[in-house]
């Protein structure tokens, strides 16, 4: 119950004290280290692989396909938001709230490993086909971030793992960092959301209300489609490879190709999935 608290307290603080968002650019190497120190824990191989992982990867692009058709004829910049908090892949930060969730962390790795070099290969595709998006969409540009992000830490851990058992142990000592990391990021995540909405004050008002309630009902809705798809064997586990996205990409993609106000469906999809991966945890550790 104790890390759950600390998790509401790190939403509630960030949120009211928005400095945080002076140092998003640390939000990136936090995530590395935490990666790390999850992906050393696990031997990462194609048995971790199942079927269920690709049944999460084709709902992660159909949603989002699906949810702007249906919308965008109505409410075009709320059919934008759908599509950009469904799209992303599983967040890198997914296999840290796996542990903390007594969930399977090699099978969110896959999770991670197999969305993210999938998605970001497709999403040039799709803002230039689909969404009509004009101007140079570059691949690498859009590419080389994301998979560093997640295949660097990745390699080196895999390395010492397999080939260097003494370092392993001595830098095993190290893992109580991950959840003050952690921690440091939602701080810095809920700020720099606190603080977007505060300097765009004209976009305050019914629109904000309604793109709130929008991105709660897609937070719990992949949540709960993660959890059903996966709930033969591991709830929790497929919740997570659904419902935690990569927010920074959707943020990124909207304030690129978009405008402030899809920009704020990432913003507020970063509360909430804290929010609701606090609850779970609080449920975990009630037992």
Avoid at 263 to 277: D, E, M, Q, S
Wanted: hydrophobic share 55%; proline share 5%.
């Amino acid at each position: 119950m104790k890390k759950a608290l600390f998790i509401f307290a790190a939403i509630i603080f960030g949120s009211i004290f928005t400095f945080g968002h002076a140092y998003t650019y640390l939000i990136r190497y936090n995530l590395m280290v935490m990666l790390f120190f999850s992906f050393l824990g696990i031997q990462v191989n194609w048995q971790l692989f199942n079927a269920t992982h690709f049944k999460i990867l084709a709902i992660n692009i159909c949603l989002p396909l699906f949810l702007y058709v249906l919308i965008q004829p109505f409410f075009p910049n709320l059919a934008l938001i759908a599509f950009v908090v469904t799209i992303v892949p599983t967040a890198a930060a997914a296999p840290v709230i796996a542990q903390l969730l007594q969930a399977s962390v090699g099978k969110v790795t896959v999770a991670v490993i197999l969305s993210t070099p999938i998605i970001a290969l497709l999403l040039p595709v799709l803002l230039t086909y689909f969404l009509s998006v004009e101007g140079d969409i570059s691949l690498g540009s859009l590419a080389y971030p994301v998979l560093s992000l997640v295949f660097i830490p990745l390699i080196i851990s895999q390395v010492i793992r397999n080939g260097l058992p003494k370092l392993r142990q001595q830098v095993e000592k190290l893992t109580f960092i991950s959840f003050p990391l952690f921690l440091c990021n939602i701080v810095i995540a809920c700020g720099n959301a606190s603080y977007f909405i505060q300097s765009n004050q004209d976009i305050i008002g019914r629109e904000l209300i309604g793109i709130l309630l929008l991105v709660a009902c897609l937070c719990v809705l992949q949540f709960k489609i993660g959890a059903f798809v996966g709930r033969k064997s591991s709830p929790f586990t497929y919740s997570l490879a659904l419902g935690r996205k990569n927010t920074m990409i959707g943020l990124w993609m909207a304030l690129t190709y978009f405008n402030p106000v899809v920009a704020l469906g990432p913003i507020f999809y970063i509360v909430l999935h804290n929010i609701y991966n606090s609850i779970q945890i609080w449920q975990v550790e009630k037992g």
